[in-house]
């Protein structure tokens, strides 16, 4: 009889893409991304953080005064978009921690993603995140919250033969 506590695609890929975020060295934000298939595929993963080459202790981390984090951090989507090297993303779907912003928008309606599912919408009352929804409902991107009862994944790294 097979184990039926095992996790949906959904939830897969979401922990994937929370995973990925850990990689983050954004000291206040930390946002993973997983591009996944039409069969349930991983494609890419991205999260934000400093372009290749540029030192994450060379920029400022900060979110407010005259040198802030903004200019220079790669969106965890737009990461995700480019990591995939030029692979074809038509009719893909994006799991990510944090609702797109209309930059990564843009993005993500050329690249040809079909569909956002996002665990966080917390700044859907910004201009910011109003003309991101106005574009991917204009491109036909389906966007949902995902909602499921499972509220975190414990990953165990002690190998069997010391349990």
């Not at 989507?77 to 912003?101: H, K, M, Q, T, W």
């Amino acid at each position: 009889m097979k184990r039926k506590d095992y996790i949906s695609w959904d939830e897969y890929f979401m922990g994937i893409a929370m995973l990925a975020a850990k990689r983050s060295k954004d000291p206040n934000t930390q946002v993973g991304a997983c591009i996944v298939s039409q069969d349930n595929i991983i494609i890419s993963t991205g999260y934000n953080g400093m372009p290749k080459g540029c030192s994450d202790d060379e920029y400022s981390w900060e979110r407010e005064g005259a040198d802030t984090k903004y200019p220079y951090v790669v969106h965890a989507e737009l990461n995700a978009i480019l990591n995939a090297n030029g692979r074809d993303l038509r009719g893909s779907r994006l799991y990510v921690a944090l609702f797109p912003c209309n930059e990564c928008a843009k993005a993500i309606i050329q690249s040809g993603v079909k569909e956002i599912l996002y665990l966080s919408d917390k700044y859907a009352d910004t201009p910011v995140t109003k003309a991101s929804k106005r574009m991917l409902d204009a491109a036909g991107v389906k966007y949902t919250q995902l909602r499921t009862n499972l509220r975190s994944i414990l990953l165990d790294f002690t190998p069997e033969e010391e349990k």
